[in-house]
């Protein structure tokens, strides 16, 4: 097999060690925006919608019912505390996709990949008009991305892709012009199909909306079962509720037909230290745009308003079980792994350190993005899946299970996207061979020039698959 640039152009080991050295394995975003806190449910209450999770999907169904009803009496349910897990620390990219990228939708959805498109434009306008509107302190900055190749087989993908305005193919300069990475070799700019966020100021933000619309929430009350969808019972109360969103992420579903449907598969990050003036100029990013590689096993990086750089993603593990556990979100060999990265992509900034290192489960299903239906008569309804491209993603999911709850018919419920379910995990030990032989396929893949093997390909006819 071939090498890729990151094991043509390793950095020296000690520069890597110097640089996580003092870092801590701890969420940036959530230590930078400390959120309220809101009262455990203690005594058993009635209302019209509870929502069980307290992440961006969660939030989002509860602002949107509310702002459509203010009469109506919503509850928030949150197991821990509001935005702790993967909405408080992803990276920040809000992407106007709903299909993870143009080239799932395109496959999996031919006949409806416009209108798909069109409706993920839509809904990231819609996301982009409520900030502005409530003033949400989101860190929202409408910035666009940037897919770099750091290979030669990648160019020619991208220059596929360009599509004139909406996706601008960059030549080797053009791109280093933009982000000076000597590991570029082209780009494709999307102007207007991504948006950066602060994740744990969003959770924060729309929290705090929720509540000034009068949503009811509550934290460190986690819905241990949801009987016939009317009622709900935590450790100390009981909800009688007359609809119920499940928005609980990589958390094991509160229903037995989507047990198997997801798994976590944890993703990693480095956070550095803020750029001086001489290291920001080095490098160029005058238009912070989101970045990120065009490998299976992709990177993405971004800048933050202190001028930080998040660098993250390569390493996508799942462990035996499928189980979700903070003792997984500690890696040497992947933040080590990622630092090297880092230092290959952006070699004059050697010296620079990392002060945070952290991990977070993805909630991973086997077509790449959300998933949605109702149960229990039409009484519940859920939105999971959304493997890694979430943070916009979830609106249209809070919009999708209203509809669901309401019974009303819509383009978004009319979509095959939303009608059909994605093909099972197995369950272990098949589970942990499957993927772990999917992602020694997809390394071998980026070592051979993209080819698939037939492994690769087979899971593709079958509409299973594994993202990094």
Not at 114 to 131: Q, S, Y
Not at 381 to 394: F, Q, R
Request: with cysteine; net charge negative; aromatic share 10%.
């Amino acid at each position: 097999m071939g090498s890729t640039v990151f094991e043509r152009e390793r950095p020296a080991a000690a520069v890597v060690s110097h640089a996580l050295r003092g870092s801590r394995n701890a969420v940036f975003w959530t230590e930078d925006a400390p959120g309220d806190h809101y009262p455990r449910l203690t005594g058993d209450i009635s209302c019209d919608l509870a929502v069980v999770g307290g992440g961006y999907t969660g939030l989002w169904t509860a602002l949107l019912a509310k702002r459509a009803d203010p009469s109506a009496r919503v509850v928030l349910l949150e197991g821990r505390r509001i935005g702790w897990a993967a909405s408080g620390r992803n990276g920040g990219f809000c992407e106007a996709s709903l299909t993870h990228g143009d080239e799932n939708g395109r496959t999996r959805w031919p006949g409806e990949f416009e209108k798909l498109r069109r409706l993920g434009r839509e809904n990231l306008d819609e996301i982009e008009r409520t900030v502005a509107e409530l003033r949400l302190d989101a860190g929202f900055e409408r910035n666009g991305a940037i897919d770099v190749a750091t290979e030669p087989h990648q160019v020619e993908w991208l220059r596929e892709e360009a599509d004139g305005d909406d996706a601008r193919f960059l030549d080797r300069e053009a791109v280093r012009a933009r982000v000076d990475s000597p590991t570029y070799l082209g780009g494709l700019f999307h102007p207007r199909d991504s948006a950066l966020v602060h994740p744990a100021r969003l959770a924060r933000a729309l929290a705090r909306a929720c509540e000034s619309a009068g949503v009811e929430l509550f934290e460190h009350s986690p819905v241990e079962s949801i009987g016939d969808g009317t009622t709900l019972e935590t450790p100390d109360a009981v909800i009688r509720a007359r609809r119920t969103a499940l928005a609980t992420n990589v958390f094991p579903s509160l229903l037995k037909r989507n047990r198997l449907a997801t798994v976590p598969v944890y993703d990693y990050v480095l956070m550095t230290e803020p750029l001086t003036p001489e290291q920001r100029a080095s490098i160029g990013w005058e238009g912070r745009e989101g970045v990120g590689d065009s490998a299976n096993q992709f990177h993405y990086y971004r800048l933050t308003q202190d001028d930080r750089i998040l660098f993250g993603g390569y390493d996508a593990v799942y462990h035996y079980g499928g189980r979700v556990r903070s003792a997984y979100e500690e890696r040497p060999a992947s933040f080590t792994r990622l630092a090297s990265h880092f230092f290959t992509t952006f070699p004059q900034l050697e010296g620079l350190r990392f002060t945070h290192r952290w991990a977070g489960a993805i909630d991973t299903c086997s077509r790449f993005c959300a998933f949605f239906g109702t149960a229990r008569g039409g009484r519940v309804a859920y939105a999971t899946g959304y493997t890694g491209l979430g943070v916009a993603a979830t609106h249209f999911g809070a919009r999708v299970m209203l509809d669901l709850l309401d019974g009303r018919e819509s383009e978004r419920t009319a979509l095959e996207m939303v009608r059909s379910r994605p093909v099972p995990f197995p369950p272990e030990p098949a589970a942990a061979l499957g993927i772990g032989l999917t992602r020694w396929s997809l390394d071998r893949a980026d070592h051979r020039e993209g080819r698939r093997n037939l492994f690769l390909r087979a899971l593709d006819a079958a509409g299973m698959g594994f993202d990094s």
